[in-house]
């Protein structure tokens, strides 16, 4: 490692400044020599090694608190940033730099759950990239069957949500009734950022499967009606916390808009992962601030479905399935998910996808029961989905009130509880 080391103090040193392409190439050459034990170690020379002065941060906080000039307020803010972002900005200029940085952090994130004495470094690589990967800098470019097979080789790799099953599978996706849009970054021209697929339907699906049947027949245009976000996968672990998808799908909504101007509804068909996990750990929620008839509904449901006598698993293996359930238990999960989404999503921990959207400022329109009969969707979800709305006049609205802990829902979502 030694070398790295010295490597990274060159190129922060003066002549670093203005040779800083060729110095930052020799770290990133070195580094990249490193084992994963080594990168560790790398890891934490730069958080130990970069902070800021401690006395200097003290001492100009307490000059603009004594007179807080603009001038004062300058030197505040630059004897407090880690040098740890310069070190970035100037292995930024190398080629391929960002491509390294992303993926030093894919590193850096793997150890964070147990050293978290990382965090700032972990901070400064993310407060960067977020500048680096603003959407104004982005391009959205759809991804279709004529794209260069690399492309679509990591729509193949990186598709998350629901596998695609070879090259027949993304042919079938890539149909003039379904839609992949992703962002590219000026710095990354091959590699996608992260995509969105979309499906154009008469209606709103109440079920995953036929959207990814390879085998199904293709919509015709004079029937869409709808353009639903079914998946929407981030290619580059590294840029985890780099807000990016709730701006591709507005983007991908208004190009829509245009193409199609049949369509009136822009949807979701989204899992819930966690909703199962959440179930196993007690459910926990604030039940003081629900109504007397929730909490009833809620304890009810919750004795029922007694995780703690029984877990999941077992009930899964002893056969238990979405289509085999009995009402009572199709009436206890549909009313506990609703509970879930509209009253725990705003929480801390509450579940992600829901965030994401509710968040994005789309409207809790639609649980769906067998949804996805998948080994994955009924293990995670006992089959349930979600179909978020967009209406496009509202999504700020939305936003801004779930923002403040409210979760937009629909009638028909109430009416489960």
């Not at 979600?386 to 979502?413: C, M, P, Q, T, W």
């Amino acid at each position: 490692m030694t070398k790295t080391v010295n490597a990274t103090k060159r190129l922060l040193s003066e002549r670093g400044e203005s040779n800083a392409a060729s110095m930052a190439s020799d770290v990133i050459e070195n580094y990249n020599t490193l084992d994963d034990e080594q990168k560790a170690q790398y890891f934490h020379y730069l958080a130990e090694k970069f902070n800021p002065s401690a006395a200097d941060v003290l001492s100009a906080a307490q000059i603009y608190a004594d007179d807080p000039s603009a001038d004062n307020l300058v030197w505040l803010m630059k004897v407090s940033e880690a040098p740890r972002q310069e070190l970035l900005r100037r292995l930024n200029r190398a080629p391929g730099g960002t491509h390294m940085i992303i993926n030093m952090r894919q590193q850096l994130l793997k150890l964070l759950p147990k050293k978290p004495e990382l965090k700032a470094v972990d901070a400064d690589m993310q407060h960067l990239l977020n500048s680096w990967f603003n959407p104004g800098f982005l391009k959205m470019h759809q991804v279709d069957w004529k794209s260069p097979a690399h492309i679509l080789e990591k729509i193949i790799q990186h598709e998350a949500v629901h596998e695609i099953d070879g090259w027949d599978d993304l042919r079938r996706r890539l149909q003039p009734d379904r839609r992949c849009f992703a962002f590219f970054h000026p710095q990354l021209q091959d590699e996608p950022l992260i995509f969105v697929e979309v499906a154009l339907l008469p209606d709103i699906p109440e079920s995953i499967a036929p959207l990814v049947d390879k085998k199904s027949a293709p919509v015709e245009q004079n029937q869409y009606k709808c353009a639903i976000f079914y998946s929407i996968s981030n290619c580059q672990p590294g840029l985890r916390g780099v807000s990016m998808g709730n701006f591709l799908i507005k983007r991908v909504a208004d190009s829509l808009k245009k193409e199609f101007p049949s369509l009136k509804t822009f949807c979701t068909l989204s899992p819930i992962p966690g909703f199962i996990d959440w179930l196993h750990g007690g459910a926990d929620l604030p039940l003081e601030q629900l109504k007397p008839a929730v909490i009833e509904r809620y304890k009810e449901a919750i004795k029922l479905f007694n995780l703690k006598d029984k877990s999941w698993s077992d009930r899964l293996q002893d056969g238990w399935h979405p289509e085999r359930a009995s009402a009572k238990e199709k009436e206890a999960l549909l009313a506990l998910c609703s509970i879930y989404l509209m009253h725990y999503s705003p929480k801390r921990g509450g579940n992600s996808v829901a965030k994401f959207h509710l968040g994005n400022g789309a409207k809790l329109h639609r649980i769906n029961w067998s949804a996805d009969l998948s080994k994955k969707g009924i293990k995670q979800s006992a089959g349930l989905m979600v179909n978020y709305l967009y209406d496009l006049d509202k999504v700020e609205d939305n936003h801004e009130r779930f923002v403040n802990g409210e979760v937009i829902y629909s009638r028909a979502v109430s009416q489960l509880i």
